[in-house]
Each structure stands twice: as structure tokens, then as C-alpha cells.
């Protein structure tokens, strides 16, 4: 049995020297988020049960914790949309599958390099030092995601990047020779060097790229759930659970269709809105208002309503100029079927997300 050591630091270059010293004894890391609240810390730490926490400072703290086995190499933490996050083990051998399949899918050249600006915490950052230290790879590390950092990154020689859909319609795709799009509600009409992925934590970051699977990825659709198999896959979570089937298959809790190769999403099975017998997917009408001058955010879900199921609610950011319902009802029904219109809308000062850009629907409701 090995040790878990927790790294209660920011990102930068220590963060991947102590992964390097965990690795070189052959124990595993696990991540902590710095913006969490000091209870939620609490709770992720107790549920994680890592034996050893490493400070900003390099102190070590042995705790009463839950060592890995041998083999392991990261645990990390579900974003939580769904509810209270859970530890995912992933083993060396799965972290390996996973750069190499991404390496190789990108064409990653001996100059590239990459820029680390996602919160290392979640397995989309995570995952861009994972791959570079398992490929030798060139990476810079910065502790977020600005513009400026974005920017000056590209100037000092990064070509490579992995970002969300909300930083990237900030940024000018052109200077990166490659940019690797995770998240949600994706924008349309992409430049050619931008990548949409799709994957979970359980699958150590994206397995899926611009809708067809990495090398080694197997997909079904099974009452039109997503299916994946993998050798990417987590092996437990750290409660000891395993979402796979005896034969190695995850349940992604994702509803699409896979043919001719090609994976469409179409969003998660607990998002879907059916009003008047109607399915209507949030992402969808999402695209559909953030292309309408007058929204500036939008996070769309289901209200309970007694006629018709569900009604589609809009939650929108605008600036003074607001639009109206009509108005914005007009907008959809422009590239969508008039039941995907919102009927009803609320004025919010932003949607809340995770901090790889995914909404918390949960968290929008009429005071």
C-alpha cells in the first residue's frame, strides 16, 4: 500500500515537482481546489482521506487517512454538478493511455508546448501537466485563466492549450497552433484548430474528439445512455464503489446517439426538459440565445408546471438593454421548433458554474 498525498498548493511549478517526488516513490497525489470554502475543504478531505497533505509551504502533515494501492496514481475530485464531488482513482496505466491516445490523436510535436491555465483540481487541467510530464512535453503553468495570460503565454512559445467554452470566446484562437475545447454548450462554427473533446473525470479527461473516440475508445448507446469502455478508465472510486459494468463498461449518465463513427451529445439524461410531450435539451436553446445581441449569458432549464410538464425557462445576463420574452422567443424559434422557446425568464446577474465552465442548474431558482 501506498500514500495519497493531498497538495494543498497552487498551481505552478512546485505543484509539479511534488507530483514528481510522489510518482518517483510510487505514491499517488491528489489535488486540492483553493477556492474551496473552508467546511466544503473539510468534507472533500474527509471523504477523499488522503494520508499526507502538503502545504504551499512543502510541509508535510501525516493524517489518519486511506492509503492507495500500488499502481495508482492520481485521485481527483467530480466537479460536482450532480451533487457533493467524489475521489476518482485513476492508475498509472490509465494516465498513460490517456496522454498517449491524446498525444497522438493532436499530432503533439517535439517544439509544441503546452500552456496549464485550467484549475489543476478538475482532470481537464490536471490532465494537460499529467501528459506533459509523461511525454516530456514543454508546459507552462499559470494559476487561472486570463486574457493577458493567454496572451503572453502564446508570445513566450506555448502552442498548445486546453480551455472551456466560456474562457475561449474571450481569447483569439489563432494564437495557438492547437486548442483542445472542453465543457459544455459548445460554440458553433469553430476554427479548424480548435478540438471539441468529450469525456468525464472517470475517463481521465477526454476521450471523444470532434465526435469520434480516441484510439482504444469503444462506444455503445444503450437505451440512448452513452456507453464507454476504455483503457483510460478510473479503476474505483475512493469510497471503494465502481460505476463499471463486470465487463468494463461506464454508464456516462449522458444521452446521444453514435453512428457512422461519430458521437453526437446530446446532454445530461437529469437536464432533459419534456414539455407537452416534447424533449427539449438545454444546450440547444442555449446556442440558440447566445447568439441574440441582447444576451450576454444564458443557462437554460425546466420549471414544474401543471398544463404542460414542464415549461423552458431562461436565465439571462444582460446589460441594460434587456430583451424581452418575445423577443427572445422569436430568437429561438429562428433555428428551432417553437416548443423549444422559452416561456418563461429570469433577469440573474451571472449563471453559476463549476470552475471548468459547466452550469450548476441546481442552483438557479425564483427566490
Known amino acids: 500500500m501506498k500514500e495519497l498525498i493531498c497538495l494543498d498548493m497552487p498551481a505552478g511549478p ?13 505514491d499517488a497525489i491528489f489535488p486540492l481546489d483553493q477556492r474551496f470554502p473552508d467546511a466544503l475543504r473539510q468534507r472533500i478531505l474527509a471523504s477523499i482521506a488522503p494520508t499526507i497533505i502538503v502545504s504551499s509551504t512543502g510541509e508535510r502533515i501525516k493524517i489518519k487517512g486511506k492509503p492507495v494501492e500500488s499502481g495508482d496514481a492520481v485521485v481527483v475530485a467530480t466537479s460536482g454538478t450532480t451533487g457533493e464531488p467524489r475521489g476518482v482513482v485513476l492508475t498509472h496505466n490509465a494516465v498513460r493511455a490517456s496522454a498517449d491516445a491524446t498525444n497522438n490523436r493532436i499530432g503533439v510535436r517535439d517544439s509544441d508546448q503546452w500552456l496549464a491555465c485550467l484549475p489543476l483540481s478538475h482532470v481537464g487541467g490536471l490532465s494537460v501537466v499529467l501528459r506533459s510530464i509523461i511525454s516530456g512535453s514543454a508546459v507552462t503553468i499559470a494559476p487561472s485563466f486570463s ?5 503572453e503565454s502564446a508570445k513566450q512559445g506555448c502552442t498548445l492549450v486546453s ?19 472542453g465543457g459544455s454548450s459548445m460554440p458553433a462554427d469553430l476554427p479548424d484548430n480548435v478540438i471539441t473533446t468529450y469525456g468525464l473525470t472517470e475517463t481521465g479527461s477526454g476521450v471523444v474528439y470532434d465526435g469520434r473516440p480516441l484510439d482504444g475508445v469503444e462506444i455503445r448507446v444503450v437505451t440512448d445512455e452513452i456507453q464507454l469502455r476504455c483503457a483510460m478508465m478510473l479503476r474505483q472510486y475512493r469510497d471503494g464503489n465502481s460505476p463499471l459494468t463486470p465487463d468494463g463498461w461506464l454508464s456516462t449518465g449522458d444521452l446521444g446517439s453514435f453512428e457512422n463513427g461519430l458521437l453526437h451529445v446530446n446532454g445530461r439524461k437529469t437536464d432533459l ?6 424533449n427539449v435539451w438545454p444546450d440547444a436553446v442555449e446556442q440558440s440565445l447566445r447568439t441574440c445581441a441582447l444576451v450576454q449569458d444564458v443557462c437554460v432549464t425546466g420549471t414544474d408546471n401543471s398544463e404542460w410538464g414542464q415549461v423552458v425557462t431562461a436565465w439571462v445576463v444582460s446589460g441594460n438593454d434587456r430583451p424581452t420574452l418575445e423577443q427572445i422567443r422569436d430568437h429561438v ?3 428551432l421548433p417553437a416548443f423549444c422557446a422559452p416561456r418563461l425568464m429570469h433577469f440573474v446577474k451571472e449563471i453559476p458554474r463549476t470552475s471548468l465552465g459547466k452550469p450548476i442548474r441546481s442552483l438557479l431558482r425564483v427566490d
Open 333 to 335: 424559434k429562428e433555428t
Open 273 to 278: 426538459i419534456v414539455t407537452g410531450g416534447e
Open 163 to 181: 480551455l472551456v467554452a466560456t474562457a475561449f470566446q474571450r481569447v483569439d484562437a489563432s494564437l495557438y497552433r492547437k486548442i483542445i475545447l
Open 14 to 26: 512546485e505543484f509539479v515537482d511534488h507530483i514528481n517526488r510522489a510518482w518517483d516513490s510510487g
Open 147 to 151: 486574457d493577458q495570460v493567454y496572451q
